[in-house]
C-alpha cells in the first residue's frame, strides 16, 4: 500500500509540473503574439513576469527525478533575463523560450487539460455498397419503377 501512495505522489507532482510548463508555454504564446503591438517597456515588462512565474516553479521543492526538466526550465529564465539586461533580440528570444518549452512539455507527457487526453477507441465503420460502374449500369429508361421488382 505504501509503494502505491509513493508511485501516486509521484505522478501527481510529475503532472503538476506539466500543468506549469503548460501555463508557461501559454504566457509565452500571448507573449510572442502580442509583442508586435505592444511596445518595447511593456513587452520586457511582461517577460519579467514569465522569468518570476519560471522562479516560483523553481522554488518549490521537487523530487529528483524532475530536475532534468528544471534545469531545462531554468536555462529558459536565464537566457530570458539575459535578454533583457544586454538588450537583445527579446522576440527572437521568445520564439525560441517558446519552442524550448513546446519540447519540454512534450518530454513531460502530462496532459495539459482533460480535453482530448483519453483517445476514443473507433469502432469500425461499416462499409458502404459502391455503385457498379457506369459501364455496368442499366439506363435509368430499362430499370423498372420502384415497387415492381419482383422477377417474372
Given at each position: 500500500?505504501?509503494?502505491?501512495?509513493?508511485?501516486?505522489?509521484?505522478?501527481?507532482?510529475?503532472?503538476?509540473?506539466?500543468?506549469?510548463?503548460?501555463?508557461?508555454?501559454?504566457?509565452?504564446?500571448?507573449?510572442?503574439?502580442?509583442?508586435?503591438?505592444?511596445g518595447a517597456r511593456q513587452l520586457v515588462k511582461h517577460t519579467e513576469g514569465v522569468?518570476?512565474?519560471?522562479?516560483?516553479?523553481?522554488?518549490?521543492?521537487?523530487?529528483?527525478?524532475?530536475?532534468?526538466?528544471?534545469?531545462?526550465?531554468?536555462?529558459?529564465?536565464?537566457?530570458?533575463?539575459?535578454?533583457?539586461?544586454?538588450?537583445?533580440?527579446?522576440?527572437?528570444?521568445?520564439?525560441?523560450?517558446?519552442?524550448?518549452?513546446?519540447?519540454?512539455?512534450?518530454?513531460?507527457?502530462?496532459?495539459?487539460?482533460?480535453?482530448?487526453?483519453?483517445?476514443?477507441?473507433?469502432?469500425?465503420?461499416?462499409?458502404?455498397?459502391?455503385?457498379?460502374?457506369?459501364?455496368?449500369?442499366?439506363?435509368?429508361?430499362?430499370?423498372?419503377?420502384?415497387?415492381?421488382?419482383?422477377?417474372?
Open positions: 500500500m505504501e509503494m502505491h501512495f509513493k508511485r501516486f505522489i509521484l505522478n501527481e507532482q510529475h503532472e503538476y509540473l506539466g500543468h506549469k510548463v503548460g501555463d508557461l508555454l501559454t504566457s509565452v504564446h500571448e507573449l510572442v503574439q502580442g509583442g508586435k503591438q505592444v522569468v518570476n512565474q519560471i522562479r516560483k516553479i523553481l522554488h518549490t521543492s521537487w523530487p529528483r527525478t524532475e530536475y532534468k526538466f528544471l534545469r531545462r526550465l531554468q536555462k529558459c529564465g536565464v537566457a530570458l533575463m539575459k535578454c533583457i539586461d544586454e538588450k537583445g533580440d527579446l522576440t527572437e528570444t521568445l520564439n525560441s523560450v517558446r519552442s524550448e518549452l513546446e519540447d519540454l512539455s512534450h518530454k513531460i507527457a502530462a496532459p495539459i487539460n482533460k480535453l482530448g487526453s483519453k483517445p476514443k477507441k473507433q469502432e469500425p465503420k461499416p462499409q458502404k455498397e459502391t455503385p457498379p460502374p457506369a459501364s455496368q449500369q442499366q439506363p435509368a429508361s430499362m430499370m423498372p419503377p420502384p415497387g415492381l421488382n419482383t422477377p417474372v
